[in-house]
């Protein structure tokens, strides 16, 4: 009779509230400045091939500094996650990613 107690190993699909793959938006603020939008665009389409940039929302701040953009991606992973919010994150011209 052993006395070793059996290490499971977490099955990191049961720990995520996200079910893969599935919609996820992701906001994005910057200034409102030529080629935020283009620039958003293409860090969501390098992680997401199938990513539709004519789902993309826009929202101006009320004095019209910021711009909002709402990017819904087909979240495929919880490493995929962490390495778009951290491409949007390190980006120059992207203040906030939400």
């Known amino acids: 009779m052993s006395t070793e107690a059996t290490i499971e190993t977490p099955d990191p699909r049961k720990e995520s509230l ?14 409102d400045a030529e080629g935020f939008v283009a620039a ?7 992680f997401d091939p199938t990513f539709d940039a004519s789902t993309i ?3 101006n701040s009320k004095g019209g ?31 906030v990613v939400l």
Do not use: C, W
Not at 75 to 95: C, F, G, W
């Open 18 to 31: 996200i079910e893969y793959p599935s919609q996820f938006p992701i906001k994005v603020m910057g200034d």
């Open 57 to 59: 929302e826009l929202r």
């Open 65 to 95: 500094k910021y711009l909002g953009v709402t990017i819904t991606i087909t979240a495929t992973s919880r490493e995929q996650l962490d390495n778009i919010y951290r491409a949007l994150s390190s980006h120059p011209m992207v203040k």
């Open 40 to 46: 958003v665009t293409k860090v969501a389409e390098e």
